[in-house]
């Protein structure tokens, strides 16, 4: 027995077989279709062990961003590692500008098999998406971290709040690494000895991930790691 339906990220019909699984859990076994799905450029090979950044065979296990950012006191050990999926090509770009900035909320269903796979990986009590300031929420409709973990079958714990500023799009490399401090943590929280699990969409600089993991560290957590789509 086959089903038809459309690819999510291009629209076209895709053909599949049917499996017991589909048909009694309602569950859709494929959401994209062979040739988006090979468009996805997943990061291998030796990677930065904080931020997942793609090492040259002269470097060790710290690319030289992670260098720099563990040499500062101030953030030295905030964010203990960052696990990226996917390199951010052309392709890719464009799918997250649809999602974040178009509105379509369904796309992060394409990604939700990769999620799932490593966040089963993953050791953390608490799974926290990267905030929207009110005004970026109300102009979205919808945090688009918190939409990648609903998608792959995770619920979130809202733990932090975000103040409005620029969109990091518009900013300079110096000015996201500078920003001032957007984060705040929500009262009455558990956050003494805990693991956190931060999940954002993309990691560009760090800064954003790694002021988030600041203050939670700087409230008790004991460990704080992050993982996004694409870096």
């Given at each position: 027995?086959?089903?038809?339906?459309?690819?999510?990220?291009?629209?076209?019909?895709?053909?599949?077989?049917?499996?017991?699984?589909?048909?009694?859990?309602k569950?859709?076994?494929k959401?994209?279709?062979?040739?988006?799905?090979?468009k996805?450029?997943?990061i291998?090979g030796?990677?930065c062990?904080?931020?997942s950044?793609?090492?040259?065979e002269?470097?060790?296990?710290?690319?030289?961003?992670?260098i720099?950012?563990?040499?500062d006191?101030?953030?030295s050990?905030?964010?203990?590692?960052n696990h990226s999926?996917f390199?951010?090509?052309?392709?890719?770009?464009?799918i997250?500008?649809?999602?974040k900035?178009?509105?379509?909320?369904?796309?992060a269903?394409?990604f939700a098999?990769?999620?799932?796979?490593?966040l089963?990986?993953?050791?953390?009590d608490?799974?926290?998406?990267?905030p929207?300031?009110?005004?970026?929420?109300?102009?979205?409709?919808?945090?688009?971290a918190?939409?990648l973990?609903?998608?792959?079958?995770?619920?979130?714990?809202e733990y932090l709040?975000?103040?409005h500023?620029?969109?990091?799009?518009k900013?300079?490399r110096?000015?996201?690494?500078?920003?001032?401090?957007?984060?705040?943590?929500?009262?009455?929280k558990?956050?003494?000895?805990?693991h956190?699990?931060?999940?954002?969409?993309?990691?560009?600089?760090g800064?954003t991930?790694r002021?988030?993991?600041?203050?939670?560290?700087?409230e008790?957590?004991y460990?704080?790691?992050?993982?996004?789509?694409?870096?």
């Open positions: 027995m086959f089903s038809n339906q459309l690819c999510l990220l291009c629209n076209k019909e895709m053909r599949q077989e049917l499996s017991w699984k589909s048909v009694f859990l569950v859709n076994e959401a994209v279709c062979d040739t988006c799905n090979d996805f450029e997943i291998t030796d990677r062990r904080i931020c950044r793609n090492l040259a002269s470097q060790d296990s710290l690319c030289y961003d992670c720099r950012w563990e040499r006191s101030m953030w050990g905030c964010l203990s590692s999926l390199i951010y090509n052309d392709f890719i770009k464009e997250i500008a649809k999602y900035y178009r509105g379509d909320y369904a796309i269903g394409a098999p990769y999620l799932m796979q490593q089963a990986k993953m050791d953390f608490y799974l926290i998406p990267i929207l300031s009110d005004e970026r929420l109300r102009e979205r409709g919808f945090n688009q918190k939409g973990a609903e998608m792959a079958g995770y619920s979130c714990e709040k975000r103040t500023s620029e969109k990091q799009s900013k300079t110096d000015e996201r690494i500078n920003l001032a401090q957007v984060f705040q943590v929500l009262s009455d558990e956050i003494l000895g805990k956190f699990l931060l999940i954002d969409d993309i990691y560009t600089t800064s991930l002021q988030a993991a600041r203050v939670l560290r700087l008790g957590a460990d704080v790691k992050s993982i996004t789509l694409v870096r």
